[in-house]
């Protein structure tokens, strides 16, 4: 079998108060993994020659559902500079894969 994926993952932890956000959730944010455990449990499903199609960090202004972020920012009393970090580290992942039966 053959699978191409688009999925948001994290080139970096989150930090506990983006991933109580309930604003991150609605975001796609919250739940995201890490890139390299994404891939590991690609490879864990049998899948080979996996082919990162694309790969794009994620806009602000959709991690923030289109808002000014002042939601995301008050609860955990992050900064500007911080969520800008925070958004540095989550990435659009398209990904291609094969699964090839054993004989």
């Not at 972020?69 to 925070?86: G, H, Y």
């Amino acid at each position: 079998g053959r699978i191409n994926v688009s999925d948001i993952v994290l080139t970096k932890p989150l930090p506990q108060s983006a991933r109580d956000s309930i604003e991150a959730y609605v975001g796609c944010i919250a739940g995201a993994v890490l890139k390299s455990d994404y891939i590991a449990a690609i490879k864990a499903a049998g899948f080979k020659d996996i082919r990162i199609l694309d790969e794009s960090v994620f806009p602000l202004d959709v991690m923030c559902c289109g808002s000014d972020c002042s939601t995301i920012l008050e609860k955990p009393k992050l900064t500007e500079a911080q969520l800008a970090d925070i958004a540095q580290s989550i990435i659009s992942l398209k990904i291609s894969a094969c699964k090839m039966e054993q004989p």
